[in-house]
């Protein structure tokens, strides 16, 4: 399939950057699910474009929760979430239609579509959609957190700045999910903060590394072959736009090490088994070991800058020079890391409801 | 699905590092592709063990083609590849079977499987597995190449030793076909051969980098949601034992650049549009662009070492101490990058068997 | 998955009798074809209540292509249509929400969601959920017939009144595609017309045996193990609510049959390959063999009748009699067939993308 | 996918009727599962071909578990059961390989495989391939046994001569478990037998009605849309050589049936809610009501006879005329029924594995 992922819970998602809405429906969370729709919108708040850093196109996210809730707790029947688009701007596509954003799917979708996209604002392409799947996953977050499951994530680099590692998880967790700028460290989180107001200032953009933790999981969890929870949560994560790189664990940052300083030994902890270390972001052949989940998602520079740019245009097959306009976003690694939340959420439920049943993930 | 991937091409692993066989399951190639048995058995050499390097079990890895080959075609129908185990020691594992070896797989199995698992050798957890699915990729390979889409992978870097980078991509491919040790820089070989008998020398392990790259992709490949060439290549690609990262382009290696650096600018080269530079590896949106698919994969160093480790008795429930016996593979980076190509050879026939249709991979 | 069909060609539904809206999405087909308004207008009607034969309930089915539509052609990402629920009657149903109505969902519904689900119309399991097929069947249809390929249906059977067989395929499909009641033969129509009001005034319901023939597929389509054409479409028509039975070709119809009999025999007709005799549905080995696919549904009587039933109150756990109250079709036979026609040519359009590529249903 | 079904529980066949070997790969079932080899043993005779009723080729069907079972007991991993083929007869097809069998798929195998298809006594399309389907059906059959779940199928019609009505289904079912000829009226079964050995000497073939009940399934398992247990079963099924009809309940035998008769009335029985009857196969809205299942799959007759029959050679695009010759089933019907408990047995864990994780179908 396409616009679908999961296998227990399944997630498809529809809509474009300037059609009528956009959405997401969510088939397979048990039924029982509290829905608490202050939370919703709170997770879509963090998605939302903030001042200087942010695409000036604001939309208020006022979503529908079309089926699939009933007195205020999920069914077990699809929910379809729907989120009206309404800041779209009346404009003339035409001068740039064919000019290729670089870094952007202009081409790509030119290519597979053979013109018939919907190309205004990036069409379905474009990070807007991703509302939808905050939307539902706060849907998600509320199961898991029910079950003593919680996932955070912080910029972990932002502009050759770094955030101070992750200490007491749950605390951390805890303190992220309040956060407008995802940055653990203050004085680090000042500082990315104004970096990316000067890269914006400058008409350009950049990205980052998002760092993310989940507490709470089973062990026993995933598969040896194909459906490694690492090759899962991979699977969905590289859909969320920007994302270029997934690590679990240490990975890229222990490239040197040898096998007795990446090996996380075992030993009793409080009466259960637990690794001591966990360079191996709580998964041992493709299934979980009860140690948190770790991993770090590579984020490449918003595609969209100011700044002159050599293309070409796919009409005439001809070289061209591009000078985009209109409300872009010169990061959106801050808003990208409540995606990562959401996202990681959606799986983890679709896993989980694998392993253990429909009715597991249940209020 | 568990040991399964693939739309429209699956593929199906089965067998135990000490069963009667191990093999593998190849549905919805294409009818007519010619089956060539000593490329196959080139690819299982490469990936067989190499000296003082490597694990002193050899198998011989004489593989039968069970099905779904016809007078030296594929025929359409699913293939089967059956590879003996011949070498299985028959060895009492009673004294460390419920010591879980950190970094692998023991204690994870048994919370998933509760001691039902075969646990000799590994098991399922095996990279013996990784065989059949080499000896299925050649087919693949051969498929692609038909097409003119060619797949290479070398060690860019281990133990601290980097290799040249990629220079003209097809001849780089084709001299890596045929290279035992896929490094290439000559000086950084030996180094990295050196290095690596070294660490096994000390009982100890070492992992590294794997960089690939694939020529010929045709443009309008892959889907923008959830099945995006990095996501599909990434679910498969974590399968492979001791692979913890994947990024497609250069990702984690630029993670402070600006857009304005990591945008690929478009051009006209040669009358076709193509990007300049390839910073997001032959990918946006999730569609192929038609320049070159690159991707990095991390590799921890093997969790077999001779050192001995702390760890727990998970049938007691007790630490204990574990001193791994038998025969282990100091680094399994060389063996594996056949394997990358392998499994991206088969996720990509698959991709482009869901694009242009089931017979589209033809001879 | 669940409330998903299709490999190629997705098709997911949502919604509630009594929610806000109904809908589906459609994934997969082809950019570029024709989206005609009046078309999909005009199938919503064939399903819609006519009469005394069909509930009172009249919505008008005003629907939405909320994305994949652009410039009045597919684009090729999701296509999503919204049915907005406007006929809903606000009523207590506490009187009766734990008696199950005998034939209907009640009771399993309360099994599988545990007392969660919208019980309100018969929530998720309502037939009304079947709009949003038709109006995504209806692009489908129109996507086929760019390549020559027809489906239609007619009622072969109700309430012991047969119409006439099938005669000139092409013809009948056409007059079907026109007719609101479709029954070929006139004095039949009118006969089973009378008998279902009949039934009707009696506080009864009917059910009867529908008769699909599609044309214009291309031999070579189908898979020999699991995803027969057979198996495909019988999983998606199994949905449709009343259908307990599905065959191909003659089935149940030849049960005493030899083998010389039931065989069709390949002749050389107008220069090409086709069977002479059509016992086998158009289908050999679950692969389409050029000549028409022809299939019979068994379409039980609707559930719902005024007569006093015996039933249980799943909540008392105890018997108890049940009069049911409201609006309800004393059959939906004549309401199923589009349905079975728009079922048919999603799955088809899947079948085809999968076999010849996602282009292929192109306009 | 093609050669696969089943989302928790997938199975996956491979292998032609003159290849080295047949087999299937059944992965997703739960660890600890008690493996009997006389049973499997057991339901492989219960497929043998039996005497003047059945094809001439006898094959030993000794199997090999290769993989996925550990002293006695499944391990959870994929289960391979290999069939090596002993009893191929080297001829030479050359003379008829492009005459087209009546009824048989040589030449939609042609038309999808371009002549590239191992042709050799019906390659991949072969009925032998159900041998794998039987002895790893029987895994499936000792798991849902040890749930309280069972299985049977009689011939409830051939030639003309119909079985007495299922009975009492419990004690019903342990009889037939341990009949060669699956009729439970011992009248009919003479009276069966004797005419299909006259359709046999007559060089003809026979096909029929089989019945199946299951008891013992939990109420609340299944889908209402797409996934209903009629969908995924009669998906599954259609598999089967030779079936072209599939029922559940009494659909085609009540076809003007009034819903005041066909409604399945609930009452409280021994404490417990059930249906009084069970015209709806166990099955409200996709979803089990707790009821015994209840289908009849229609049987077409044996496609290859020993008449002459007209036909094409479809490599010179003419007409020919056909003799068959060889070994062959003038009638299938009596060993399909264990094929049809096999498929039923995968199907059900599959669907169970999904509803209540994969650790339910526990021994």
């Known amino acids: 399939m396409k616009n679908t992922f999961g296998t227990s819970v399944g997630v498809t998602i529809y809509g474009e950057s300037h059609g009528e809405s956009i959405g997401v429906v969510i088939d397979g969370l048990a039924p029982g699910i509290p829905v608490d729709r202050d939370f919703i919108n709170a997770q879509l708040t963090l998605?939302?474009?903030a001042g200087k850093i942010s695409t000036a196109r604001q939309e208020p996210d006022e979503y529908h929760i079309v089926s699939g809730v009933f007195e205020g707790r999920t069914t077990g029947t699809p929910i379809c979430i729907m989120i009206p688009n309404t800041q779209t701007r009346s404009k003339d596509y035409s001068a740039t239609r064919a000019l290729a954003r670089p870094g952007h799917a202009d081409y790509t979708a030119f290519c597979k579509y053979h013109g018939f996209e919907d190309y205004r604002g990036g069409g379905h392409f474009s990070g807007r959609i991703t509302a939808g799947l905050v939307a539902g996953g706060a849907i998600a977050l509320t199961a898991l957190a029910n079950r003593g499951i919680h996932i955070g994530t912080h910029i972990a680099r932002c502009?050759?700045?770094?955030?101070?590692?992750?200490?007491?998880?749950e605390a951390d967790i805890q303190k992220l999910s309040a956060m407008p700028f995802a940055v653990l460290d203050e004085t680090a989180s000042a500082a990315m903060h104004k970096r990316m107001e000067e890269i914006a200032a400058e008409g350009d953009s950049i990205g980052g590394l998002l760092e993310t933790a989940v507490t709470g999981m089973p062990a026993g969890v995933g598969?040896?072959?194909?459906?490694?929870?690492?090759?899962?949560?991979?699977?969905?994560?590289?859909?969320?736009p920007a994302i270029?790189?997934?690590?679990?664990?240490?990975?890229?940052?222990l490239l040197d090490a040898k096998g007795s300083e990446y090996n996380d030994p075992f030993r009793i902890t409080d009466g259960k088994i637990a690794p001591v270390t966990n360079h191996n972001g709580g998964i041992n052949g493709g299934i979980t070991n009860g140690a948190p989940i770790t991993f770090r998602c590579a984020v490449k520079p918003t595609p969209s800058i100011y700044k002159e740019q050599d293309t070409v245009d796919f009409f005439k097959q001809e070289d061209a020079k591009l000078q985009i306009q209109g409300r872009h976003d010169p990061a959106i690694i801050h808003r990208a890391r409540v995606v990562v939340d959401s996202v990681t959420a959606l799986v983890l439920c679709d896993i989980l409801a694998g392993r253990f049943g429909t009715d597991w993930i249940c209020g």
């Open 159 to 169: 502009g050759g700045i770094c955030d101070r590692a992750f200490g007491d998880l």
């Open 47 to 49: 998605r939302r474009p």
């Open 223 to 240: 598969e040896p072959w194909f459906d490694t929870v690492e090759g899962i949560l991979s699977h969905a994560l590289f859909s969320i």
């Open 244 to 253: 270029k790189g997934v690590q679990f664990g240490d990975a890229f940052d």
